[in-house]
């Protein structure tokens, strides 16, 4: 049974920054894709970023240069540092992730997904 934990978020003002963590059981981030997606109130869940065991990632426009996802295949783990935030940044993250080596955009589909973190940014 595939289980994903996130932590990490928080309130911070606009500017800052936050890592969020997801650790995994059943499941083996080195060996998969990883995904970390967003849910704002009233609005649809969005691909944030995704990574492949090969080492690809996708970042969506309105975050590229700003967050970085990592994994630790050490502690099977999984990490998206975010700075330089934004109020529009505000929303509920996901940690996700799919059975795949490969095809690891958010459109290829995640099966298994987190509680989620809240993250609040302040103008």
């Known amino acids: 049974q595939v289980q994903l934990v996130e932590s990490g978020g928080g309130s911070v003002q606009a500017g800052g920054s936050l890592r969020l963590s997801c650790v995994a059981s059943?499941?083996?981030?080195?060996?998969?894709?990883i995904g970390w997606f967003r849910q704002a109130p009233g609005k649809e869940r969005e691909g944030v970023a995704t990574?492949?065991?090969?080492?690809?990632?996708y970042y969506a426009d309105s975050v590229k240069g700003r967050f970085t996802i990592s994994p630790d295949n050490t502690k099977n783990m999984g990490y998206l540092q975010m700075s330089s935030l934004k109020p529009e940044d505000t929303a509920v993250y996901y940690c996700?992730?799919?059975?795949?080596?490969?095809?690891?955009?958010?459109?290829?589909?995640?099966?298994?997904w987190g509680q989620g973190t809240q993250v609040t940014v302040s103008s």
């Open positions: 990574l492949s065991p090969s080492g690809e990632t």
């Open positions: 059943g499941y083996t981030f080195r060996d998969n894709c």
């Open positions: 996700a992730a799919r059975m795949s080596r490969k095809f690891c955009r958010p459109e290829a589909g995640y099966m298994y």
